[in-house]
């Protein structure tokens, strides 16, 4: 493949933006390569501005899972434009969002539209430290809930990819309020509990990973979770940017069967336009102003062409009750081949998937439980693999600690023309 445009771009744009893309991840630093720059994308496809063609499991990170410019959500969007852009007050539209959402996810009782998942669990935090008068939050090393500042301790996505899980910038006072605990690992949480149980608002945590790639909890890990918070009067936060109405159309803790208090949404909420939303149990989400002390507004906040997208989003995953059976298929289709080609290849790698996310890990361990667990990874032969998948015309998160995604946009014939490149790239590892 040619690349020769976006190689020129990326010279240009790393003259006027800080390393040549708005987020890290994008720069494919961690892969040794440079980023293509993408012109367009359509239903399972994405196109470069050197015209290459890539069956995309990036998705955009996520949000993508009807597939790129679906024709409902682009008409949705078209209709709002032309009703105007913004108006910085209620609309009748924000109501109905909030119905679905809670219709989707019954945890919610009521919801807070923002602009991102970073704002979104922002403000969750803010929100549940308001609401038990409490100032410690207990994160998960290798979970990532946006660039907060509270969340940058030990944190996963781009943060880690790039080898820097605890941002400087962070003041150290911030730094001291959160604790951090390992995922799958209960005796770390009781130990945090032990000592500073009465003083932590909150516990969050990306209830099924994504930001270091795809790792479930164990059932003891996560009912344990739940049940120390509701003892010690914790408020606990679910991050489902990721997740939302991705694994489940009732998110991770549907299938978990664990009730959050709080929920954070991102991504897929927004039908591929900037929203995030917080929510969960009435009397905590009552303390927001105005009805209650807790502040946080926001100009662009259930902004008419977002609520559009990510209704007209919405909609169509609830109107199909075969959506997430569909869905399965595919990635259950992929998880199976993509298996047979590891044992055929004698690649050491270990395939983890929970619905349509998945991370292929390469770790000689058998299997990835755990951040530890993710460490074990070789990143070079990730970048490797990135590297032969991209020319072969598959477009991969660019770092090993990413999720990958399935729409309902990939078809058959999509999946069996990644397969063939996966298959040319394991020859050649
Ligand atoms: N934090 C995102 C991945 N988990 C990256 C977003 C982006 O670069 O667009």
């Known amino acids: 493949m040619i690349f020769d445009k976006s190689i020129a771009a990326f010279n240009e744009a790393i003259k006027h933006i800080p390393g040549g893309v708005n987020s890290p991840v994008r720069a494919f630093k961690s892969v040794n390569n440079s980023p293509v720059f993408i012109s367009k994308a359509k239903g399972s496809k994405v196109y470069d501005i050197d015209g290459n063609e890539y069956i995309d499991y990036v998705g955009t990170w996520g949000p993508a899972i009807l597939g ?8 949705a969007i078209s209709k ?30 009521s919801v807070r539209m923002v602009n991102s998942g970073t704002e979104a669990t922002m403000s969750a935090l803010r929100l549940a430290r308001g609401y038990t008068k409490r100032e410690l939050v207990v994160k998960f090393e290798g979970c990532y809930h946006g660039h907060g500042d509270s969340f940058l301790i030990k944190a996963g996505s781009g943060a880690l990819t790039l080898g820097e899980p605890s941002s400087p910038g962070v003041t150290s006072g911030t730094a001291h309020s ?52 509701t003892k010690y009067g914790t408020v606990l936060i ?6 939302g109405f991705r694994v489940a159309s009732g998110g991770a803790q549907q299938l978990l069967e664990i009730k959050p208090d709080l929920t954070t ?5 927004g039908g591929g336009l900037p929203v995030g939303a917080y929510g969960g149990k009435k009397e905590i989400m009552d303390c927001l102003s105005p009805k209650g002390p807790v502040y946080q507004a926001g100009t662009l906040s259930g902004n008419p062409l977002a609520m559009a997208a990510g209704y007209a989003t919405l909609s169509k995953i609830n109107n199909n009750p075969n959506f997430y059976g569909q869905l399965e298929d595919k ?14 290849y004698s690649i050491p790698a270990v395939y983890n998937r929970v619905g349509s996310m998945s991370t292929l890990f390469f770790t000689e361990l058998e299997t990835v439980e755990t951040f ?15 590297n032969l998948s991209l ?39």
Not at 98 to 108: F, Q, T, V
Not at 205 to 216: C, D, F, S
Not at 373 to 381: A, E, G, I, P, Q
């Open 68 to 75: 790129h410019a679906d024709s409902d959500v682009i008409d």
């Open 80 to 109: 709002a434009a032309a009703g105007g852009t913004s108006f910085g007050a209620p609309t009748l539209l924000e109501t109905e969002m909030a119905k679905l959402i809670k219709y989707m996810i019954p945890s919610i009782e």
């Open 178 to 229: 959160t604790l951090t605990a390992k995922f799958n690992d209960l005796s770390s949480v009781y130990d945090l509990f032990s000592k500073y149980g009465e003083q932590i608002a909150a516990v969050i945590l990306e209830p099924i990973t994504g930001n270091m790639g795809v790792v479930a909890p164990t059932r003891e890990f996560i009912t344990g979770v739940r049940d120390i918070c």
């Open 238 to 243: 679910f991050d489902e940017v990721m997740t």
């Open 265 to 269: 949404l991102g991504k897929i909420i």
């Open 331 to 344: 990635a259950l289709y992929l998880e199976k081949k993509i298996n047979v080609l590891i044992n055929r």
């Open 372 to 386: 530890d667990d993710v460490m074990t990874c070789d990143t070079s032969k990730f970048a490797q693999y990135f």
């Open 391 to 429: 020319n072969a015309g598959i477009y991969l998160a660019p770092s090993q600690f990413e999720a990958g995604f399935v729409s309902i946009a990939h078809t058959q014939y999509d999946l069996d023309k990644t397969l063939e490149a996966l298959e040319l790239a394991f020859a050649r590892l």
